[in-house]
């Protein structure tokens, strides 16, 4: 699960063992729909793929837009996903880890995707695939984890 304007297609082939099919969507926001599930869960079956990863670049366009000017909240489906960065913002900037506030919003969201798209092919496929996801540093050419989902609720919930 990749955004577009990550590019970050090439990079993936050569980092990544393995067959690979890629699922995209402006800055992860897929709406998991029973259409979607279905279809995702049918790539899954059909290709006996064991795990699912969400990427976003730490300088994903989107989030970032999210987070600053919102030019880009007038494309369709991206409005839902802009007032939930913001959210995650405003929680993250009243945290002592000012310095890594972007990839704790990105955790949190792609978080988020990996919970909805669980819940969601819990009932289409009888095994689960592993699902994470990963930040993609350009500055340093690596993919490190996401913040764990303990992490970003804790964060939250000591915020409020």
């Known amino acids: 699960m990749v955004c577009p304007s990550d590019h970050l297609e090439p990079i993936i082939y050569h980092s990544f063992k393995g067959q690979k099919y890629f699922y995209t969507s402006l800055g992860n926001t897929v709406d998991f729909d029973n259409g979607t599930l279905r279809e995702i869960a049918k790539l899954i079956a059909d290709n006996d793929i064991e795990k ?36 995650y913002k405003r929680l993250s900037l009243k945290s002592w880890q000012m310095n890594n506030y972007r990839t704790m919003i990105i955790s949190h969201h792609l978080n988020q995707k990996i919970e909805e798209m669980r819940n969601g092919l ?20 690596s993919f490190r984890p996401i913040y764990s989902r303990l992490v970003c609720v804790v964060n939250s919930n000591i915020l409020n």
């Open 52 to 87: 699912v990863t969400f990427i976003l670049s730490e300088n994903n366009r989107i989030a970032l837009d999210a987070l600053s000017n919102q030019y880009l909240i007038k494309v369709r489906g991206l409005d839902k996903a802009y007032r939930r960065f913001l959210t």
């Open 122 to 141: 819990h009932d289409l496929l009888p095994v689960q695939p592993e699902i994470n996801g990963k930040v993609f540093s350009k500055s340093m050419s």
